[in-house]
């Protein structure tokens, strides 16, 4: 937190009324004047990386609280909401959105939570709220790095080692410490599922369909019981529904089964070392393409951070599953659409390769992306074989520690790529299938443009 500006002046200002202080009282604890924290607390000054480690030396305070309770989880997060065509024709910017988080958290905060409610982004045609979106604005509010679980997982990661045989010495975890067998069952015997916990046999049954990665993540998933303190508190601290909380947790028992199986130190040594080479990172800890990409969103620890990658998976009708922005704040992990000239469908024809590009938005700003076919593992012998194009991406200016970037110019010629046809106002792109939102559609008769779908302009 310590390389931005960071208003978190609803914070302190909570911390300070919780523990029964006056402002003078604790300025004076602190050893600032009390007209400057009254400044911090009205956000009309950032939150200095001293004055944090003050706060957290005197009132034994986590500072990473600080980054989780930024309102609406943060200008980067209200950035994404307010580009939604919806307030397109508004042109807020981004000094604008500043002054509104520094002199009205409340009111940001309150128009995220109905947004993530009840707007274009949380609900579905019908406009019911969609539990899925809500969590996972809870996901970014933290960056989608959750320390404490990391720590605890990358600690039963090291006794695991220890044995050298990592799924083995889970198994015997589970066996000693929880009462559990793992038994690896047939096809016909779990033709609708790849794992079960039945706990009257007190055995955790996986699919013989299931890859050696997948049958790890499983075990390591179920030793998430050993970090059930630190996944409740999360849970709880959400404010979601029954319906997000399990959502919730779900996702918090995979973050914990990565971190155990990719433990944060080790991983992240590797990345540095191999330039963050994905299929070499695949056979070094024995995991798939998706969960080296999903821990590569997590790597935020302070002081040991790596570079800021988003994902996202879609299939063939370009239907979002999985959308992380991670660390890089990209609007390509919000978007309710994507743009047809994004190469990540091109993987789908490339089954076995990984496909890269440099792309630019609307803002200027320019992401190298690489994408690869990802296929889930399946049920019944004879099912259907789900296929989804799985691509990961960060600023372009990141990309030149990439193993997968070398030999690219990225400075140079970029690819211009949308966030949907919906939501840009390029005028001459050949591949529109629709006006942006709120622009009437213009229809010539005396001549046609490169695309039959033009529009009028600003």
Not at 293 to 316: C, E, K, N, Y
Not at 325 to 354: H, K, V
Request: glycine content about 10%; charged content about 25%; proline content about 5%.
């Amino acid at each position: 937190m310590a390389d931005r500006k960071l208003f978190a002046g609803h914070a302190v200002r909570r911390l300070r009324r919780q523990m029964g202080l006056t402002q003078a009282a604790m300025a004076e604890a602190l050893g600032v004047s009390p007209s400057y924290l009254n400044l911090v607390e009205r956000n009309q000054r950032p939150l200095s990386a001293s004055l944090m480690l003050r706060l957290a030396e005197t009132y034994d305070f986590d500072p990473r609280t600080l980054a989780a309770s930024e309102p609406g989880g943060g200008a980067e997060a209200i950035r994404r909401r307010l580009a939604d065509p919806l307030f397109a024709d508004l042109e807020i910017d981004r000094h604008q959105m500043e002054e509104w988080l520094a002199g009205a958290p409340g009111g940001a905060e309150a128009f995220a939570r109905a947004y993530d409610r009840l707007g274009a982004g949380a609900g579905g045609e019908d406009g019911a709220p969609d539990p899925g979106s809500r969590v996972r604005r809870e996901i970014e509010r933290w960056r989608n790095h959750f320390a404490d679980l990391d720590a605890a997982a990358e600690a039963l990661a090291d006794e695991l080692r220890m044995a050298g045989d990592p799924y083995g010495a889970m198994a015997e975890r589970l066996r000693v410490k929880h009462q559990l067998s793992v038994r690896i069952l047939p096809a016909e015997v779990m033709p609708d599922r790849v794992q079960r916990l039945d706990l009257h046999a007190r055995q955790l049954q996986l699919s013989e369909m299931l890859p050696a990665s997948a049958r790890s993540f499983a075990l390591a998933g179920q030793l998430a019981w050993e970090a059930r303190g630190e996944i409740d508190g999360l849970v709880r601290g959400s404010g979601l529904d029954r319906t997000g909380e399990r959502l919730f947790r779900r996702h918090l028992v995979g973050y914990f089964a990565a971190a155990v199986t990719m433990p944060y130190a080790r991983f992240l040594r590797a990345c540095e070392a191999s330039g963050y080479d994905v299929e070499l990172l695949q056979r070094r800890f024995g995991a798939s393409f998706a969960q080296v990409a999903h821990r590569l969103t997590t790597l935020q620890r302070v002081g040991a951070r790596g570079l800021p990658f988003f994902l996202v998976r879609a299939d063939r009708a370009g239907q979002v599953s999985i959308r992380y922005a991670g660390a890089s704040g990209s609007p390509l992990a919000e978007s309710a659409s994507l743009c047809p000239l994004w190469n990540m469908f091109d993987a789908f024809a490339r089954a076995d390769e990984t496909v890269t590009q440099l792309i630019e938005l609307e803002d200027g700003s320019r992401w190298f992306t690489l994408a690869r076919c990802t296929h889930p593992h399946a049920g019944a012998v004879g099912g259907v074989r789900p296929r989804f194009a799985m691509a990961l991406g960060l600023p372009a200016q990141d990309a030149a520690a990439l193993a997968a970037a070398r030999g690219v110019d990225l400075g140079g010629s970029a690819v211009p790529v949308g966030l949907g046809c919906r939501a840009c106002t390029r005028m001459d792109c050949p591949q529109r299938s629709a006006a942006p939102a709120g622009r009437g559609l213009v229809i010539g008769e005396r001549e046609r443009g490169v695309t039959a779908f033009g529009f009028a302009g600003d």
